[in-house]
């Protein structure tokens, strides 16, 4: 089984703020190896040079969006790291982004701001043996 404290995990947004709620969410979750980047320019690099476990990424940034980031880590001649499962999250969620989002290879979306039950349900869907986690948190029940 996969351990949370063993995996690598990449947060891009442009927001500090937002950048810190998610790590301090997946950190929450037992992620210690957590780098934050403020755009998606440099996680192209970022992406390209490390293996990354999971990438949590914003739809909307200046200069170069989720989406266009996502084209160019998806594309075929992109290192094999570009493979890696991505969690796009957006403030302004709607039936287009979502789809769009899906189309160009995000693993799962999730509407900002979100609760540590939904990145624990998304994480657990993405890796392998889940944590053991449930899909959908059972009522009142608490991921930790």
């Known amino acids: 089984m996969i351990l949370p404290q063993e995996l690598k995990a990449l947060v891009v947004d442009d927001n500090a703020y937002a950048r810190a709620a998610v ?5 929450k979750l037992g992620l210690v190896s957590i780098d934050e980047l403020p755009g998606a320019a ?3 690099g970022a992406i390209h040079a490390t293996r990354y476990d999971i990438v949590f990424m914003d739809w909307y940034m200046p200069e170069m969006n989720g989406a266009a980031l996502l084209e160019v880590i998806r594309d075929p001649r992109f290192s094999s790291n570009g493979r890696v499962p991505v969690v796009m999250i957006t403030a302004y969620p709607n ?11 995000a693993s799962e979306v999730l509407t900002k701001p979100f609760s540590l039950a939904h990145a624990a349900a998304a994480l657990g ?11 959908e948190p059972e009522a ?3 991921l930790l």
Do not use: K, M, N
Not at 23 to 27: M, N, P, S, V
Not at 95 to 105: P, Y
């Open 42 to 44: 440099p996680a192209v």
């Open 95 to 105: 039936r287009e982004t979502i789809a769009r989002a899906r189309e160009l290879g």
């Open 125 to 135: 869907r993405l890796l392998p043996d889940g944590w053991q986690i449930p899909d």
């Open 140 to 142: 009142g029940q608490v």
């Open 23 to 27: 790590a301090a969410t997946l950190r």
